[in-house]
């Protein structure tokens, strides 16, 4: 059931404000012509602590700094300061089930004309309660999306630029319509496979784990990251990163998607080919296991991922 009484809050604008006064004007840059970088971030609730952690937040500050230095947009603020102002919104919000937290940094020039290097800039932040955004109890019905990804040297994807979600949309979109629960994209104009719509992929085959490289026009996923360094550590499994043709997902031994918002959400078919068993595969199994302890701080090793709201 949708939480109504949140979000109550966001920064804005330098402060922490009720919701509603949190508003920009029709005019804005980024509104007309997609000039901004966000970025999504989640918190955990801990059932037994009663406590609520957030997933590798200083991370996410990093990578939207990254993605703000391709954007030519200037923050003005710091990774600490960020990180503090996220604390505080959650403090106010109270939260006591899981959440997704949106930071926005956009250009805010009022002029016409699409440009990057403009001296009005702003960030934003706000949260909302987000349980799962993909359906995990079940393998996922998927399709290789006719949308292809954006090449680097069109709307550079490693950045995580709002107008470059036209993209996602689309892909996205046209899944559902055609009855799947999401899509995978190929890189432009190759057989080669990127990510779906807005989260990473891996394919296991003959106990090894495969993903695309970081200049397979992908995101540079932060979950992605935590999925290699688990696999790795706690399951002393192989990780290759390399091109993968689309062909050979359908053979594949297991697939899955990862991501913030798609945490970790198996895949059970390909452009109707069957995926192991249809069901969510031992392989991905251990480590969606081994993720949902990880984010809740409920392993040691992994409590530098996690940022406790107090
Ligand atoms: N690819 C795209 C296009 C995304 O939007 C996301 C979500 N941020 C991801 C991958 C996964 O990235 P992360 O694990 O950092 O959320």
């Given at each position: 059931?949708?939480?109504l009484?949140?979000?109550?809050?966001?920064?804005?604008?330098?402060?922490?404000?009720?919701?509603?006064?949190?508003?920009?004007?029709?005019?804005?840059?980024?509104?007309?012509?997609?000039?901004?970088?966000?970025?999504?971030?989640?918190s955990?609730?801990?059932?037994?602590?009663?406590?609520?952690?957030?997933?590798?937040?200083?991370?996410?500050?990093?990578?939207?700094?990254?993605?703000?230095?391709?954007?030519?947009?200037?923050?003005?603020?710091?990774?600490?300061?960020?990180?503090?102002?996220?604390i505080d919104?959650?403090?106010?919000?109270?939260?006591?089930?899981?959440?997704?937290?949106?930071?926005?940094?956009?250009?805010?020039d009022?002029?016409?004309?699409?440009?990057?290097?403009?001296?009005?800039?702003d960030?934003?932040?706000y949260s909302?309660?987000?349980?799962?955004?993909?359906?995990?109890?079940?393998?996922l019905?998927?399709?290789?999306?006719?949308?292809?990804?954006?090449?680097?040297?069109?709307?550079p994807?490693?950045?995580?630029?709002?107008?470059?979600?036209?993209?996602?949309?689309?892909?996205?979109?046209?899944?559902?319509?055609?009855?799947?629960?999401?899509?995978?994209?190929l890189?432009?104009?190759?057989?080669?496979?990127?990510?779906?719509?807005?989260?990473?992929l891996?394919?296991?085959?003959?106990?090894?784990?495969?993903t695309?490289?970081?200049?397979?026009?992908?995101?540079?996923?932060?979950?992605?990251?935590?999925?290699?360094?688990?696999?790795?550590?706690e399951?002393?499994?192989?990780v290759v990163?390399?091109?993968?043709?689309?062909?050979?997902?359908?053979?594949?031994?297991?697939?899955?998607?990862?991501?913030?918002?798609?945490?970790?959400?198996?895949?059970g078919?390909?452009?109707?080919?069957?995926?192991?068993?249809?069901?969510?595969?031992?392989?991905?199994?251990?480590i969606?296991?081994?993720?949902?302890?990880?984010?809740?701080?409920?392993?040691?090793k992994?409590?530098?991922?996690?940022?406790?709201?107090?």
């Amino acid at each position: 059931m949708e939480n109504l009484s949140h979000p109550s809050y966001a920064f804005f604008q330098g402060g922490i404000v009720p919701i509603e006064e949190a508003k920009i004007d029709i005019r804005t840059c980024a509104l007309q012509y997609g000039t901004a970088v966000f970025e999504g971030l989640r918190s955990y609730w801990n059932e037994s602590e009663q406590s609520n952690y957030i997933f590798r937040l200083e991370d996410h500050y990093k990578r939207l700094f990254e993605s703000a230095k391709t954007m030519m947009l200037k923050i003005n603020y710091s990774i600490k300061d960020l990180c503090d102002y996220t604390i505080d919104l959650l403090k106010k919000e109270n939260y006591t089930e899981d959440a997704y937290i949106r930071p926005f940094a956009y250009n805010s020039d009022l002029n016409i004309g699409p440009r990057l290097n403009k001296d009005s800039q702003d960030l934003f932040i706000y949260s909302i309660p987000l349980g799962e955004y993909l359906d995990l109890s079940r393998a996922l019905k998927v399709c290789v999306s006719s949308w292809a990804r954006i090449p680097d040297n069109c709307i550079p994807p490693r950045a995580k630029i709002s107008g470059s979600y036209v993209n996602a949309a689309l892909q996205k979109t046209e899944a559902i319509m055609n009855g799947y629960d999401e899509a995978i994209t190929l890189s432009y104009g190759t057989s080669f496979v990127c990510e779906g719509s807005a989260m990473n992929l891996f394919m296991v085959k003959n106990e090894i784990l495969h993903t695309p490289p970081v200049s397979n026009d992908i995101l540079e996923g932060i979950t992605r990251n935590a999925v290699i360094e688990l696999a790795k550590e706690e399951l002393d499994l192989p990780v290759v990163e390399r091109q993968i043709s689309r062909t050979e997902l359908y053979s594949a031994d297991e697939l899955f998607f990862c991501g913030t918002g798609a945490q970790i959400a198996p895949i059970g078919n390909v452009d109707g080919r069957i995926i192991g068993n249809n069901e969510i595969g031992e392989i991905t199994k251990k480590i969606q296991d081994i993720y949902f302890l990880a984010v809740k701080n409920k392993i040691k090793k992994y409590s530098m991922w996690c940022t406790k709201v107090i």
